[in-house]
Nanobody, 129 residues
Framework: VQLQAYGGGLVQTGGYLRLSCAAS????????IGWFRQAPGKTREWVSY????????YYADAVKGRFTISRDNAKNTVLLQMNSLKPEDTAVYYC???????????????????????WGQGTQVTVSS
C-alpha cells in the first residue's frame, strides 16, 4: 500500500485542520493506521491510532479531546480532524500503516513507529500563537 498525507497548513491558535491519508494499491480495510508527528529537533511521536479489525481508536494524552481519527472506506482514506490547535501541535504529520496480519498483541504496540511498515511523506502543520 502507498500512502499520501495531505491537508496541512498554517492556522492560528484555536483553529482547526483536517488531515487526510489517502491509500493506493490496497484497501485500507486491511491495515491498522497510525498518525505520528515530528517537531523540529524532536523524535517522531505517536498521535492517534485506528484499528482495522474492531474500530478501536486511541489518542495520545496531548491530543485527546481535540483530535479525532476516522475512516472513509469509500475513499480509501483515513482522516485526522484536529480542533483547538495549539502552537505545540506544530510538526510534520505522518500517517503509517501496518497489515492486520502483522498487528501485534502486546500492550500499546501501536505507539511504536517501528511497528509500521508503510509511511506517507508527511504534511506540515504550523500553528501560530
Amino acid at each position: 500500500v502507498q500512502l499520501q498525507a495531505y491537508g496541512g497548513g498554517l492556522v492560528q491558535t484555536g483553529g482547526y485542520l483536517r488531515l487526510s491519508c489517502a491509500a493506493s494499491g490496497s484497501a485500507l480495510d486491511y491495515y491498522a493506521i497510525g498518525w505520528f508527528r515530528q517537531a523540529p529537533g524532536k523524535t517522531r511521536e505517536w498521535v492517534s491510532y485506528s484499528s482495522a479489525s474492531d474500530g478501536r481508536t486511541y489518542y495520545a494524552d496531548a491530543v485527546k479531546g481535540r483530535f479525532t481519527i476516522s475512516r472513509d472506506n469509500a475513499k480509501n482514506t483515513v482522516l485526522l480532524q484536529m480542533n483547538s490547535l495549539k502552537p505545540e501541535d506544530t510538526a510534520v504529520y505522518y500517517c503509517a500503516a501496518v497489515s492486520v496480519m502483522a498487528v501485534k498483541t502486546f500492550s500499546m504496540w501501536y505507539k511504536n513507529k517501528d511497528e509500521y511498515d508503510h509511511w506517507g511523506q508527511g504534511t506540515q502543520v504550523t500553528v501560530s500563537s
